[in-house]
């Protein structure tokens, strides 16, 4: 399979509906699933190598978190949040029912991940406590799991050094006369993405930068940055905390890869997260830092021998 089918979801958020779209690899009707979540300024077919490789044998799901790519752009850009983005995944596990869950997530797809851990965590106190059974015999599956997870270069804690680097360009609204321009910009943006061949990089640009009115413009809304600019540390601290507890929670399988000189997940945070989670293991990545796009060979096998193990 050479190029993924595109599919959409309807969510809501407290401004109204909108569609997150999702690219989607392999047999429509595997109910053995990846899900593939992007990170902040990125899109569903950051994921197109990884899903060739997997497309054989799994459903691979790779959606456009809203606001990004061919998904919606919210009304109000203070939703433009992991709690939004979490409920919008929630929406896609009820649409695709899967028997079997397995997500890799890159970044902001794996903050996306652990809170979605913490909804699972919440979910099975409530089915603990005592209902009379009758008030569930007509409600669908919500399609809720996680089996595995695959955190690429994120951790409940984030270097604020990394945020700082990360905001000074989300929000920039740049735009570029032809396309190798923009491939420039993205390779002096994303060098922390480590080495990669010219065909790799026009790749990594393709869908993250589009043709409008003659000019290339980035994919995403520039309304998305508006969450680095108004989180207060007090704001940060509490949400971190959050992450932690649902971090700690998981109860599958987690592989977690980091570029060796990444400045968003340090070592010590690392090291944390093999602490407090004895179901977790990592890879690293030499030459690389934030954030490994699992497109090199060595980042793709570690990834599948998880995946397939």
């Keep these: 399979m050479t190029s993924p089918r595109l599919n959409a979801v309807t969510c809501s958020s407290p401004a109204g509906l909108h569609r997150m779209a999702y690219h989607e690899w392999g047999d429509h009707d595997n109910p053995d699933t990846v899900l593939c979540v992007h990170g902040l300024t990125r899109t569903g077919r950051d994921f197109d190598d990884l899903a060739r490789r997997l497309a054989k044998d799994f459903r691979v799901v790779c959606p456009d978190v809203v606001g990004r790519g061919l998904s919606d752009r919210l009304a109000n850009p203070a939703f433009y949040g992991v709690p939004q983005y979490t409920a919008d995944m929630v929406s896609l596990m009820a649409r695709l029912q899967p028997s079997r869950l397995q997500w890799v997530g890159t970044s902001m797809g794996g903050l996306i991940a652990m809170a979605y851990a913490g909804s699972l965590a919440y979910a099975r106190v409530l089915q603990a406590q005592p209902t009379p059974a009758q008030c569930f015999e007509s409600l669908p599956d919500t399609g809720l799991r996680l089996d595995k997870l695959v955190l690429n270069d994120v951790g409940p804690h984030i ?71 108004d989180t207060t540390p007090e704001q940060a601290i509490q949400g971190e905390q959050i992450l932690w507890q ?63 193990a």
Excluded at 197 to 212: C, N
Excluded at 267 to 290: C, D, Q, S, W, Y
């Design 246 to 308: 649902a971090y700690a929670s998981i109860q599958a399988p987690i592989l977690i890869l980091r570029g060796q000189e990444s400045d968003l997940l340090s070592r010590a945070t690392l090291k944390k997260m093999l602490e407090i989670n004895p179901r977790a293991r990592a890879a690293e990545f030499a030459g690389v830092g934030h954030a490994p796009t699992i497109v090199a060979a060595d980042q793709l096998d570690t990834v599948c021998g998880f995946l397939y």
């Design 159 to 229: 270097e604020p050094v990394s945020l700082e680097r990360i905001g000074q360009y989300v929000g920039e609204p740049v735009s570029f006369d032809d396309f190798d321009s923009a491939v420039a910009y993205v390779k002096k943006t994303a060098a922390s993405f480590g080495p990669h061949s010219d065909s790799q990089w026009q790749q990594l640009t393709r869908y993250t930068y589009i043709e409008q009115g003659g000019k290339w413009i980035k994919h995403y809304d520039l309304g998305i940055s508006a969450a680095f600019k």
